[in-house]
């Protein structure tokens, strides 16, 4: 698991940020948001309503990295 926040630098919206969070299984997902899990229900809430005008879009993909189809960059000692 773990939770990862990105800006756009080139091109795109510069004000745009992307956060991602990682999960192991779909068991995790079920767990709730992140931002539940980590200050719990209330104050979640509260982080939401003063998020309301300021999010202006709101996507989720679920992606499964498969090993033997994923190309890896070695370590520096390997690339020697």
């Known amino acids: 698991g ?3 926040v990105y800006q756009s630098l080139f091109g795109g919206d510069g004000s ?3 956060v ?3 999960a ?3 068991a ?3 767990k709730g948001p992140a931002v ?3 200050y719990g229900a209330e104050r979640a809430a509260a982080i939401q309503k003063k998020l309301a005008g300021v999010v202006a879009h709101v996507e989720r993909t ?3 990295e498969v090993p033997e189809l994923s190309f ?3 370590t520096s000692s390997e690339n020697r």
């Open 2 to 4: 773990g939770l990862a």
């Open 16 to 18: 745009e940020f992307i």
């Open 20 to 22: 991602a969070t990682l």
């Open 24 to 26: 192991h299984d779909f």
């Open 28 to 30: 995790e997902l079920d």
């Open 36 to 38: 539940r899990l980590a």
């Open 62 to 64: 679920v992606v499964r």
């Open 72 to 74: 890896r960059m070695g």
